[in-house]
């Protein structure tokens, strides 16, 4: 039961060609753009190189999680959320089978990203670091599903759209996924530590260093996926009393 | 027979609006039975109900003896909902196979889709089928379960006339093979022609709950009318054909059964005057059995804003 809707589900967002063009082919364009512009190839370069890579990865990871609440939102707007209220599913099936789908949809942003800093622009990892980056990332998107699902449930389909774009964006930015924190003033560089993305994104440019990630980095991306998770709690539990 | 549905004394409200008011049903195994009611009477709420996606606030709501969660947990409801549209980007073909596979004893996918009329369009793209079609997909997401109670909430609304009956073929054909049908619509005709009985719904309560032979004769098939000019309106209700009068300032509204026996008596006695015969409106059945109903119970009128003079001949077919 949840294989079929997880499947179901994961074949939607594939065939969505606006989730394919945005959400991979968008992250892989911008970071073969951003590395290979105006670039010497001296080590200094090299390394800019691997962290936009990590960046553009977790930004791609990034709107693709968030863009699972979307899809939740236009199902909602369908009256499909309430069809399956009346499936033999339980809720929390329900939810779980999104979590999944979701989970699984951020993996084509993730590894298109990774496979073109390899292939095109020749970064080298330790095949363990290559594995824990890929895998850490793909972990890391669970306070962002919640977020994107918390907004799908809460809002209406258009709105949602707006809203999770925005977060996409906003996120991405001040969490130095686009541009490196390191060259933002120092006050906005102070509010980007605090962000779940400038967190997730540490998970994979830590591994890049050689090193595991730091506990605080841990801290506080469980605290914003336990601040989500509520959301996306309360929000769902809204939506379901509305008639 | 054991009974599927049980509604004891139901309530829903939404603000002040009591949209379900106290509602008693009962719905045995392999009836079909039709849920008739104007926009807004009730019918949608009663089957939210139903399906478990509201609580009474009052009173019971029973499926197959237990809860209506408990029911549907164990698959053996499907439902179409009002408003529902196909999902994006699955063929249609998947979209049954999926809804099939959340039931612990589905229909084969291709028996559903023929069951629905689905057979040559289960490969296109559900939401891009023309409306007939995409009503023919809820209802195949509806029956892929393989339910015992299959309830649909106006499943013809906005289909063309020749949709309409192709989709009623397909109810009949699940509806025979033992299966329980509850649908609402509209239309008398429609619940007439594809329901065992109907339950006429007025203001979230049952006004009436019969055949549909009988529904239709106590509506009464017209509406003679014409002015009285101050003439009395003693003893019209004791002309042929004649089952109810009422009086709308100067104008006396008679409902018959035989409106040429009653205009002929009407013309016996001089009272032709801007006489006029016009088929009774789905409108007027529902003031004839909201009448109908406040009579029998003692309660106050619910629409009344005409005087409705004599509803005993209506009383006496119920009975």
Redesign the interface.
Known sequence: ?LL??VS?EI??TL??AGFVIFGVGMPVMMYLLFTNLGVSGSEEDKAASLAAMIGMAAYGALGSAVSTGSSVA??KG???L??L??????PLLVVTGRCISGSVTVLPAILAVLLAGGLVNGVELEPWQWAAVGGLLWIGTAPFTLLGLGNGYRLSGQTTGVVNMACNLGLSVVGGLWIPSAVFPGWLRAVSEWTPSHRFGQLGWSIADGAAPRAGTVAVLAAWTALFGAYAVYAYRRSART? | MTTTVSFTRAVKAFGAVRAVDGVDLEIRRGESVALLGRNGAGKSTAISLLLGLNEPDDGEVRLFGGTPHTAVRAGRVGAMLQDGRPIPRVTVRELITFVARTYPSPLPVAEALELAGLTEVAGRRADRLSGGQAQRVRFAVALAGNPELIVLDEPTAALDVEARRAFWDSMRAYAARGNTVLFSTHYLEEADENADRIVVIDRGRVVADDSGERIKRAVGGNLVSFDLAGTPTEGLRQLPGVVSVEVRGDRALLRSADSDATVLALADRGMVRGLTVTAASLEDAFLSLTAQSSSEDAAPAPAADTTVENTTALAEEKV
Not at chain 1, 85 to 90: A, D, L, Q, V, Y
């Open positions: 039961m079929a809707y179901l074949r939607r065939r969505d236009e199902d369908l009256g499909w309430r069809q209220r009346i499936t033999p599913m339980s008639p």
